[in-house]
């Protein structure tokens, strides 16, 4: 059964920064690109990252380039996401994904919020 | 690319067949997806590539369209499926999706 379980949300200040964790168990974490998707309270989803199976490759919407950088370790089935320079707007629960050109499998996701 | 979803909402009674659309700013051919959100849960995925079903759906969920035009089709709504749907081209980057619908009961 594929698993994916998301850690290290929380609350943050603006401007400051946090790093996720995503455990991947049930699949052969390196055969598949991976990425992380967001949904703002009461909103729609938004993709956020992705990045390909060796890391090799990684890709980011514009509001978060420079600031978000995913990475992925394969030998502990692990994907990360480091959020720097955090702005209200990045107040979100954040999913963690496998990408089979559609995002097949979900994460229970993590709260992130931004405030001070 | 911009996905367009309407209607925003749609309210329905159970056992009443509907289609829901996702209109794509430029051609993705059918690199389009379609997910279920139900409250307080995670997506998951109904269709993929416009119209290739997923193992586990229930076979009332179908998709159609390529190009600029999609449908998802549920044949007689069940309670469950009161939820919202977004679809999702995978054509491009950025990956976008469109802003869903939310199906209500009536």
């Known amino acids: 059964e594929v698993q994916l379980v998301e850690s290290g949300g929380g609350l943050v200040q603006p401007g400051r920064s946090m790093k996720l964790s995503c455990a991947a168990s049930?699949?052969?974490?390196?055969?598949?690109?991976m990425a992380w998707v967001r949904q703002a309270p009461t909103k729609g989803l938004e993709w956020v990252a992705t990045i390909s199976t060796s890391g090799g490759s990684t890709y980011y919407r514009d509001s978060v380039k420079g600031r978000f950088t995913i990475s992925r370790d394969n030998a502990k089935s692990t994907l990360y996401l480091q959020m720097n320079s955090l702005r209200s707007e990045d107040t979100a629960t954040y999913y963690c994904t496998r990408l089979n050109y559609h995002f097949d499998y979900w994460g229970q996701g993590v709260m992130v919020t931004v405030s001070s | 690319i911009m996905l367009t979803q309407s209607p925003a909402t749609l309210s329905v009674t159970p056992g009443e067949s509907i289609s829901l659309s996702c209109r794509a700013s430029?051609?993705?051919?059918?690199?389009l997806h379609w997910y279920q959100q139900k409250p307080n849960e995670s997506p998951r995925v109904l269709i993929k590539y416009a119209s290739q079903s997923i193992s586990g759906i229930p076979s009332r969920f179908s998709g159609s369209g390529s190009g600029t035009d999609f449908t998802l089709n549920i044949n007689r709504v069940e309670p469950e499926d009161f939820s919202v749907y977004y679809c999702q081209q995978s054509n491009s980057w950025p990956l976008t999706f469109g802003s869903g619908t939310k199906l209500e009961i009536k």
């Open positions: 430029q051609s993705i051919s059918t690199n």
């Open positions: 049930g699949f052969t974490f390196s055969s598949f690109p």
